[in-house]
């Protein structure tokens, strides 16, 4: 494995060594470069993009909107308008919900989502179903495997449906649904599709052209970039006739005493003083893991999460949920220990010095549908090693015994 650990200030932190970092998932943690471009952003070009004439403000405006190509270059979008920069995946998805669903979703429509998705991508939908009079229409994956079938997007997706929502990458099973298929059925039947991309732009590569998504949602904090700068794509036909999200700043064309008009792309979705910083963290956060390449963070998530899984396998109680092939869980492995709950799974595990998350994973619906209300999750990145998923499993073989269990 190359040492990309050296390029993480985290790791060599005094407080964090020793630390096995299982929860990616959630969050990734930021190479120097990242944090580097923050810095130098705020050192020696800080100004309000997009507003001033001066120099300082102007070269602003270049930074931000030099991230803005690069994402749109990354994601293979066919112009940078299409990339709209927002806080985070969940603000991209309400906003095409209060935008879009909102304008174009009548009463006896229906809106299609996966049973595996994040509270997110249902919250929203449920709002634009429930003003308008429409119907939430749920596509179930099979309980062993997590893969939706053929016969059941065939059987939900239908002429009454208007929206499909559904994530590229499950955040509880791991697996990386069909979008292209997806995409296809939707639009077969007249309705646009909503991909929540947040687990899957970090270990993947990414083409929403190739996907055919009319909307694509994700996070910078996932591939190592900032908090609180999030990505919307969406098809320049479709941003063009939605209404504003938000209003203000340079959203705008032009303001009477009643009336205003709104700026063209990407500005429109814009509204108020951006996080220029974020977009340029972002920025280098792309480059960064372009420099290591997909080729090698698939290769390598995969290989880590199936040496998770057949490990998992060896040890008694220990049941993973989901795919049995590790190859199809993105590095996300979630797994339940028979009498003891995951809150204590995760607790235990945290005074040996590891960290994973517990609990529902803001995914509720399919917990019931599993009926495994609360499970752990321990998910792997490129900078994680076999030596960590080895002391992992050592760890988990002892939990129901250090719980008081004789088994």
Known sequence: MTDFRSDFPFFSNEKNKGLIYFDNAATTQRPHQVIDAIRHFYEENNANPLRGLYDLSVRATEAYENARHTVARFINAAEDCEVIFTRNASESLNLIAYTYGM????????????????????????????????????LECDRESGVISDEEIAAKIGSRTKIVAVAHVSNVLGITNDIEKIAKAAHKAGAVVVVDGAQAVPHIKTDVRALDADFYAFSAHKLTGPTGCGV?????????????????????????????????????????????????????AVKYIESIGFDYITKHDNSLASRLIEGMKKIPHVSVIGNSDGNRHCGIVTF??????????????????????????????????????????????????EEEVDVFLSKVKNIRSWMGFKD
């Open 336 to 385: 339940t220990i028979d009498g003891v709950h995951p809150h204590d799974i995760a607790t235990v595990l945290d005074t040996e010095r590891i960290a994973i998350r517990a609990g529902h994973h803001c995914a509720q619906p399919l917990g019931s549908y599993l009926g495994v209300p609360a499970t752990a999750r321990a998910s792997v990145y490129f900078y994680n090693t």
């Open 103 to 138: 304008t174009n979703i009548r009463e006896g429509d229906e809106i299609a989502v996966s049973i595996m998705e994040h509270h997110s991508n249902i919250l929203p939908w449920q709002m634009v179903t429930k003003a308008k009079g429409a119907k939430l229409v749920y």
């Open 232 to 284: 919307l794509y969406g098809k320049k036909s479709l941003l063009e006739n939605m209404p504003p999200f938000l209003r203000g700043g340079e959203m705008i064309e032009y303001v009477t005493r009643e009336e205003a008009t709104w700026a063209p792309l990407p500005a429109k979705f814009e509204a108020g003083t951006v996080n220029a910083g974020g977009a340029v963290a972002l920025e280098a």
